[in-house]
Nanobody, 114 residues
């Protein structure tokens, strides 16, 4: 069975950067798309970025030009590089393996505050 573990969150000032990691168990990671999502308190979980098995990427409008999703299939890991962070980026960030019905990690907290 698939297990996902996010890491790399923390407290950062506006304009700063963080890199999130999501390590996946199992041997089928490379065959499927991965996604990063985020959820702020009292808000719906929202898509941040996705990457296909072949490396094609898509980004939600609020993060375009600031965030980059990439994967290292040999390490069963997907990353989210976050630059020029804003207060509104504060949320718990989750990775998702896009195998129906979808497999989620436990999340990592990102707080952007001065």
């Amino acid at each position: 069975q698939v297990q996902l573990a996010e890491s790399g969150g923390g407290l950062v000032q506006p304009g700063g950067s963080l890199r999130l990691s999501c390590a996946a168990s199992g041997s089928i990671f490379r065959l499927y798309a991965m996604g990063w999502y985020r959820q702020a308190p009292g808000k719906q979980r929202e898509l941040v970025a996705t990457i296909s098995s072949g490396g094609r990427t898509n980004y939600a409008d609020p993060v375009k030009g600031r965030f980059t999703i990439y994967r290292e299939n040999t390490k069963n890991t997907v990353y989210l590089q976050m630059n020029s962070l804003k207060a509104e980026d504060t949320a718990v960030y989750y990775c998702k393996l896009e195998v129906p019905p979808g497999y989620w990690g436990q999340g990592t907290q990102v707080t952007v505050s001065s």
